[in-house]
């Protein structure tokens, strides 16, 4: 423990809140052959100095070094400074001993199907993507806003504008997609299961074709909700065809069907908040193909995510590739596979993935515990545990839920990590040698859970941890311990009482994920290994989170009673509060300082459209540990 405190209270590597460090290349693949930056006139009079940590390196490569945007780091400390004319596609030596990270700014904002129209400040031309343009207006000071010309045929596309004023002459057109350079914040935030808000109720809503009548599932026109989550579930899960929403703040919800959910098109009218259903990918691999067993190709795919979309759309596509190299024949294709990551090989041609998880049967509840198997499935034929040497004196006691009998099965039925659950209240206490692939009984009639304490992210093996994507790696997310094997460093992560969300690992490197929110994405990475630790207690938007205020019961509902308040200087320090709270529940803040603790014990339930305010639920998995030990 105090080995773990010591590292949380060490000096925390200092990183741009503008933007994210992304690792293109491990130390097997070759490094970056970009132009190498040394000497005075860039900041430095030394050749690729010694750093004590890639962190290190990374830090002074943004803040000291002129023009830099990568490096090529080798184990020991040593770090060369590079200048690539793309980010997004360097140029790399067939040499090998250094990890290749580079630098990717975040975008303050990003508008589909979007125009500003003159002020130019110039262009640049082929440029990969709306996010490739971004960053060149974010290293660009007078840049204060970009267009990016997106459609294919016209005669400058792919072609990046750069704005000397905030959107100029903001106009509807599906010429182009536009935005500001990189900020501390965005306006796009990502809910339950891939819905984004693509715009808020100031803005135009959904002109894509209108979906009712019983052909689609629906009997009224544009029906009330009692929530915008209520409506998305039933767009996905009820309205074929389904996959944006027009959602007004009295409840009314009209379902849409876009051709392109990327680059929906838009009315000139508001009231309603857009949202946009995106397929969360369940994987996505950078410099990686899958060769053979193809499907079926699409040409012009604006990227790897409206790749993995495609993919996601089709039951029959197992796998996707999306060929992302610049020059190339079919560059921009998306190639759906039959079969799931056939002849797997490292390549700078494309990024490769796998299709939106949307629909399980398994369903995670308090800190740790999965069902594998509902009622009417098989139940667990693992070793049934009764008797007293194993704290028990009845079979299969009855509890008032199943959360209690989860309990009792973790904390007083010894060697206990699986239960057979019947809707009655009877359990039965189980021992299965893998809690992974437990063996079943052809019996039906009780639900089967699963102690589950470390999961995949996506993949077992193979995957470095990023944040909210494939993209998101600062490393404010997690602290760097060393440990001789995968075993030590989940101890680690336990020993943390909760702050550590998970780990990622790598001969002998171990990464101690605090990141708030926990780990949301991976990215291939051959030799890592990405687990989440299921009975941490993560950070949830409700609602997207953004603009909102929480409640209680109902949007009505808003009791002093139900939170403290505190005054905090950042969303962070909010965060922390409420993690050292055992009774937290949730937190609301706003950027006036105002930190509210919710503490209400049925939680957040309801939220309210209010500017300026972030919602969020702690998902905790009640342990009860004191954490102020081991959080600065």
Known sequence: MAFILGL????????????SWVMAHDASQGYLSCPHLVGTAYGLNINCPIYPSVEACQTDCIGKVTGCNGINYKFGGKCCFKQCANVYAPTFSSSTGYAVWMYHATCGL?????LYVGDDLRFVDDVLSAEACCQICSEDASCKSWVWKAKRGQADSDSCHLKNTVKPNRQASDCCISGLPSATTTTTTTTMGGWVMVHDASQGYLSCPHLVGTAYGLNINCPIYPSVEACQTDCIGMVTGCNGINYKSDGKCCFKQCANVYAPTFSSSTGYAVWMYHATCSLIESNTVYVGDDLRFVDDVLSAEACCQICSEDASCKSWVWK??????????????????????????CISGLPSATTTTTTTTMGGWVMVHDASQGYLSCPHLVGTAYGLNINCPIYPSVEACQTDCIGMVTGCNGINYKSDGKCCFKQCANVYAPTFSSSTGYAVWMYQAWAAVTEWESQACRGSTHTDNSPSYYTVAQASDITNCKALCVSMAGVCKGIEFSVSRCELWTRPEGIGATTGLVGSVCLRYTPAPVFVPVEGGKDRVCRGSTPLDNLASYFTVAEVSALRDCQNLCMKEQACHGIEYNGFKRCEIWTREQGIQAVVYNPGYTCMRYETSGSGQDISLVYP
């Open 110 to 114: 990003i508008e589909s199907n979007t």
């Open 8 to 19: 949380l209270l060490a000096a925390v590597p200092l990183t741009s809140a503008q933007g």
């Open 324 to 349: 992302a190299k610049r020059g190339q024949a079919d560059s921009e294709s998306c190639h759906l596979k039959n079969t799931v990551k056939l002849n797997r090989q490292a390549s700078d041609c």
